[in-house]
C-alpha cells in the first residue's frame, strides 16, 4: 500500500512538472505571435528557403535556451544572485509578456519595430531577430533559468531539456506552416490564442514571483504560533 501510495505521488510530480515546464516554455516562446513577423522578413523568399531558415532558428533557440539551462547555476553564482531574486524578476517579466499577449500586442521585451525594419533587409535572419530575441527572448531565458534553479533532480533536469526540445520542434512546424497558420487562424483566431495562452501565463508569472517572496520572506509564510490563554492565580486560595 505504501508503495503504490508512494509511486503514485512520484508519478503525479512528475507529470504536474511537465505540464509546468512545457507550458510555461512554450507559452512564452509563443511561436503563433512570431508567424506574422516570420512571414514579413521573409517575403520574396522561396518556400525552400522560409523551411531552412525556420528550421536553423529553431534549432539555434533551443540551443540557447538549453546553454541557460545547463550555465544557469554558474550564472547564479558568478553574479552572487539568489533565487529568490531571480523568481520575482523572471515573474515581472513573464507578466509583462502575459499583459501584451493579453492585448495581443506585440511583447515589447523580445523586440522592437526599429529591429523588425532592420531584419526586413537582412538577407538571413534565422539567427537574428528569429532565433534570439522573437524565439528565445529575454522571458524565455528568465523562465528556462527559474526553472533550472528548482530542480533539484536529475529527471527534473531531463524534463526540462525535453520541454525545451519539444518546443522547439512544434515552434519549427508552426513556422514551417506560417502561411496556413496565419491563413486559417486569420487575426482574431490568433489574437483569441493568444488571449489564453496570455492568461495561463499570467498565473504562472503570478506564482513565480509568490515562490519568490516566499522564499525571500520566509517569515511571512509561517504560521503565527497559537496564542495560550493564562489564567490568573485565584487570590483567595
Same mark, same amino acid.
Given at each position: 500500500?505504501?508503495?503504490? *501510495? ?12 511537465? @505540464? ?21 522578413? *521573409? ?40 533565487? !529568490?531574486?531571480?523568481?520575482? !524578476? ?18 515589447? *521585451? ?17 539567427? @537574428?531577430?528569429?532565433?534570439?530575441? +522573437? ?7 528568465? *523562465? ?35 502561411? +496556413? ?20 501565463? @499570467?498565473?504562472?508569472? @503570478? ?31
Amino acid at each position: 500500500g505504501i508503495s503504490i *501510495t508512494g509511486q503514485f505521488a512520484h508519478l503525479s510530480g512528475l507529470f504536474s512538472y511537465s @505540464v509546468v515546464a512545457f507550458s510555461a516554455i512554450f507559452f512564452v516562446v509563443d511561436p503563433f505571435a512570431v508567424v506574422p513577423v516570420f512571414i514579413t522578413i *521573409t517575403e520574396g523568399d522561396s518556400e525552400e528557403k522560409r523551411r531552412e531558415m525556420a528550421r536553423r532558428a529553431c534549432m539555434v533557440s533551443a540551443a540557447i535556451l538549453l546553454a541557460f539551462l545547463v550555465g544557469g547555476g554558474l550564472i547564479f553564482k558568478l553574479f552572487s544572485l539568489t533565487l !529568490a531574486a531571480f523568481k520575482i !524578476a523572471g515573474g515581472i517579466l513573464l507578466l509583462l509578456t502575459a499583459l501584451d499577449m493579453l492585448r495581443s500586442m506585440p511583447a515589447r *521585451t523580445r523586440t522592437s519595430g526599429k529591429e523588425l525594419s532592420e531584419a526586413v533587409n537582412k538577407p538571413d535572419v534565422a539567427i @537574428v531577430p528569429l532565433a534570439m530575441p +522573437l524565439l528565445a527572448g529575454p522571458g524565455a531565458i528568465a *523562465t528556462v533559468m527559474v526553472l533550472t534553479a528548482q530542480a533539484n533532480r536529475i529527471w527534473q533536469f531531463l524534463l526540462l531539456a525535453l520541454s525545451v526540445v519539444v518546443t522547439a520542434a512544434l515552434s519549427y512546424l508552426v513556422l514551417r506552416a506560417a502561411s +496556413l497558420v496565419n491563413r486559417y487562424l486569420g487575426n482574431t483566431g490568433r489574437a483569441i490564442l493568444e488571449r489564453v495562452m496570455g492568461l495561463l501565463l @499570467v498565473a504562472i508569472a @503570478v506564482q513565480f514571483m509568490i515562490g519568490g517572496v516566499r522564499d525571500a520572506f520566509p517569515e511571512l509564510f509561517r504560521p503565527s504560533a497559537p496564542r495560550v490563554a493564562t489564567v490568573a492565580p485565584d487570590q483567595n486560595s
